[in-house]
């Protein structure tokens, strides 16, 4: 069973420059997630998706960032413009949507984002 | 609202020692609770879960976690460290019933020394 894919690994921007990431949950995964993750630091959601319906998108900054999960299966987040401290990696995980918190995440290797 | 402490940011072991990787939750109900492993440019990995059932937990790679609610912790261990074992870990608080938000703590990487 392929795992949770994301693209690309790596992206090295200019400040004020928009990009965008994409994520390919696993087969039959309903729910999906975007997480931030600083260097040195635990995983931040910004974003779940139960199907293609945004769930969760309090911790997601809207000024800068929107995503998108049409047809409930694939997934992309965006950033315009890029700000340094948007330099991290953003990790994509997905589950089956099993109700109560228990359901193990999946993720993805994630991409390392660098604003110069 | 939930969060998590990793005591000590970095943990050093050598070959063959104890592994112990502390971790304290705050939850206003009886949380769920798991560990995850991240290797170098890798995504994360669980290595197990508590969900209410048995508090002593045991999950791959020979690691095991207790959940102790009178001192609200959820430490890892395993007994003999192996080389492979060096990576960052990550222990996580989610609500029963709620968002299936996880909350991470911060982790604590561990090396291991021969």
């Known amino acids: 069973e392929a795992g949770v894919v994301q693209s690309p690994r790596y992206k090295i921007i200019e400040k004020k420059q928009p990009v965008a990431f994409w994520c390919n949950p696993i087969?039959?995964?309903?729910?999906l997630y975007w997480y931030l993750q600083n260097l040195g630091q635990g995983p931040e959601l910004l974003i779940r998706y139960e199907n293609e319906e945004a769930v969760d998108d309090s911790q997601l900054p809207k000024d800068r960032f929107s995503a998108e999960r049409l047809k409930g299966v694939d997934s992309t987040l965006k950033i315009q413009p890029a700000e340094l401290g948007d330099s991290a990696v953003y990790l994509c995980?997905?589950?089956?949507?099993?109700?109560?918190?228990?359901?193990?995440?999946?993720f993805g290797p994630g991409t390392r984002l660098t604003v110069l | 609202a939930q969060s998590v402490t990793q005591l000590g940011s970095h943990v050093s072991v050598s070959e063959g020692a104890l592994v112990l990787l502390r971790c304290n939750y705050s939850s206003s109900v009886p949380p769920y609770l798991f560990w995850y492993v991240q290797y170098p440019n890798q995504g994360l990995q669980l290595l197990l879960k508590?969900?209410?059932?048995?508090?002593l937990v045991k999950g791959i790679n020979g690691f095991e976690a207790e959940f102790k609610k009178s001192e609200t912790s959820f430490h890892l261990t395993k007994p003999s460290a192996h080389m492979s074992d060096a990576a960052e870990y990550f222990c996580a608080v989610s609500e029963p019933g709620g968002s299936e938000k996880l909350v991470f703590g911060k982790g604590t990487k561990l090396t291991v020394n021969p």
């Open positions: 087969s039959g995964h309903n729910t």
């Open positions: 508590y969900t209410s059932a048995a508090t």
């Open positions: 995980a997905s589950t089956k949507g099993q109700a109560g918190g228990v359901d193990e995440q999946f």
